[in-house]
């Protein structure tokens, strides 16, 4: 049960890198100067003349961190239930 559930922990962190990075290429007129590090090939075809709303941009930004909050509390239960019943043993 966890496995997946870190899985998801994982690819919500490469999300949110992915939004900070279109967001920080809209602010600098998708220039190259504020990129993140390790940005992927999907923010690099939206620094190549796409235009980035960046009030969807904030918007999916807030999703995915309400995601991974859900996700991680998810992920703390599941290793507290397996310590209790390691621990009753």
Not at 24 to 39: D, E, I, K, V
């Amino acid at each position: 049960m966890a496995d997946p559930l870190k899985d998801s922990l994982d690819i919500s962190t490469q999300r949110t890198k992915t939004i900070a990075d279109r967001v920080a290429r809209a602010t600098l007129n998708a220039q190259n100067g504020f990129s993140m590090p390790g940005s992927t090939a999907e923010a690099t075809a939206a620094g190549q003349g796409e235009q980035i709303d960046l009030e969807a941009e904030m918007v999916n930004l807030a999703d995915e961190q309400l995601h991974f909050e859900a996700t991680a509390k998810l992920l703390s239960k599941a290793y507290e239930q397996l310590r209790l019943s390691i621990r009753d043993k």
